[in-house]
């Protein structure tokens, strides 16, 4: 079963950094493009970036461009999502999820995802 485990998020003031980790479990991630979501209270599951199966290509939201980094180790069979800058408008739940290319929906189940809050 494809499970991906988000962690890394939590409280941090406008301004701030905060690294969100993507584990596999259970299946190699080698072969798969992975996409970070989120979801604000209220609002649709966007899309945030994906990289590419081989890290070669990457993409972001225009909301988050020149903020956000995404990154892969898939000898550690993890992704990474390294955010700057942080605004209260990045409050929202974090989610990681396998996709067959960065064109492409994502597949498998969302996990639990990770709480991002953005306050002073």
């Known amino acids: 079963q494809l499970q991906l485990v988000e962690s890394g998020g939590g409280l941090v003031q406008p301004g701030g950094s905060l690294r969100l980790s993507c584990a596999a479990s259970?299946?190699?991630?080698?072969?798969?493009?992975i996409g970070w979501f989120r979801q604000a209270p209220g609002k649709e599951r966007e899309g945030v970036s994906c990289i590419s199966s081989g890290g070669g290509s990457t993409m972001y939201a225009d909301s988050v461009k020149g903020r956000f980094t995404i990154s892969r180790d898939n000898a550690k069979n993890t992704a990474y999502l390294q955010m700057n800058s942080l605004k209260p408008e990045d409050t929202a739940i974090y989610y990681c999820?396998?996709?067959?290319?960065?064109?492409?929906?994502?597949?498998?189940?969302w996990g639990q995802g990770t709480q991002v809050t953005v306050s002073s």
């Open positions: 999820a396998p996709q067959p290319d960065c064109e492409a929906d994502p597949f498998g189940s």
């Open positions: 259970g299946f190699t991630l080698d072969y798969y493009a």
